[in-house]
């Protein structure tokens, strides 16, 4: 049989963990600081409804606890989402991008827009009681500033942007993407890096199994990589990027094991298309994530 490069790497990472003595795994892995948590959740765009209420009463009948609106004219909804989560046992998860410019571009106007539209996220983002605000710095061909450039330059800004997102109390969230849409920031615990020199509170990392299929050779060993950084994750099918479960083979516990061990408290998101009925599939979906926790 022939092995992926993938299968190849978590296998012989098994390997290795098994076949290390008790006493030293036991040394080497710690148990969490508390147990982790399935905190399913939906991109807003994503949920059926016509109506944000529809698409909250849909996602509060599946056992969903949180949605993900986009950044876009976030501010101006602010009272929009408070009025309709009141009373509601869902909450806001992260806010997905939505802003304007580039945080890494090499023109100074165009980073000064990125961090003027990032902040105005955040602040509404904050006011929801969101995780935080994903932020991609760069997708291919918006910037012409090499990888180590581009990391110099973001380690230098997020502090700032960290600074505004602790104070409105939510995060500014680093998503690594696959290399087919970015030449920079491709794996999470890349991304876990520049947290840990960037040093503030309010700069964390997300993962997205979808991106990560591509990426790492190891779900768990991303996750564990990331550690307390890790504040959110995107969830969908491994091949098409559509609802877990409609590619055949989809499975995703071996980063659900990697989540378990960091204890991970916050959400796994929905990001994704649909091949059939919307409805009938995000329940399939959600039960096939249940189904694949426990057996993480």
Not at 195 to 219: I, K, L, Y
Not at 243 to 258: F, K, Q
Request: net charge positive; aromatic share 6%; charged share 25%.
């Amino acid at each position: 049989m022939k092995l992926s490069r993938r299968q190849f790497f978590a296998g012989a990472a098994l390997a290795t963990a098994t076949t290390l003595p008790r006493s030293v795994r036991a040394q080497t892995l710690p148990p969490p600081p508390q147990p982790a948590r399935l905190r399913l959740s939906c991109q807003e765009k994503v949920a059926p409804g016509e109506t944000l209420a529809e698409k909250l009463d849909f996602l509060e009948a599946h056992g969903f606890e949180g949605i993900e609106p986009g950044g876009g004219g976030l501010s101006r909804r602010v009272e929009e989402f408070q009025k309709a989560l009141a009373g509601r046992r869902i909450k806001i998860s992260a806010i997905c991008a939505g802003f304007e410019g580039v945080l890494i571009s090499e023109q100074e106007e165009v980073r000064a827009k990125a961090m003027r539209s990032m902040k105005e996220i955040l602040t509404a983002a904050g006011a929801l009681g969101s995780v935080g605000m994903i932020m991609v710095p760069a997708f291919h061909n918006q910037t012409k500033l090499g990888h180590q450039e581009s990391r110099e330059l973001l380690v230098k800004l997020l502090p700032e942007l960290g600074e505004h997102a602790h104070r409105a109390g939510t995060k500014i969230l680093l998503e690594p993407l696959n290399r087919k849409e970015c030449h920079f920031l491709r794996q999470v615990a890349d991304a876990a890096a520049i947290c840990r020199d960037a040093n503030h509170p309010g700069v964390g990392v997300m993962g997205d199994f979808w991106h990560m299929t591509w990426e790492e050779t190891s779900d768990f060993a991303a996750f564990v990589a990331a550690g307390k950084y890790l504040q959110h994750v995107h969830v969908a099918s491994r091949k098409d990027r559509k609802m877990p479960g409609e590619d055949a083979g989809d499975n995703y516990v071996d980063g659900m094991r990697g989540l378990k061990f960091i204890g991970y408290q916050n959400f796994i998101s929905f990001e994704c298309g649909c091949k059939g009925d919307r409805r009938q599939a995000i329940a399939a979906a959600a039960k096939l994530l249940r189904e694949q926790w426990a057996q993480a």
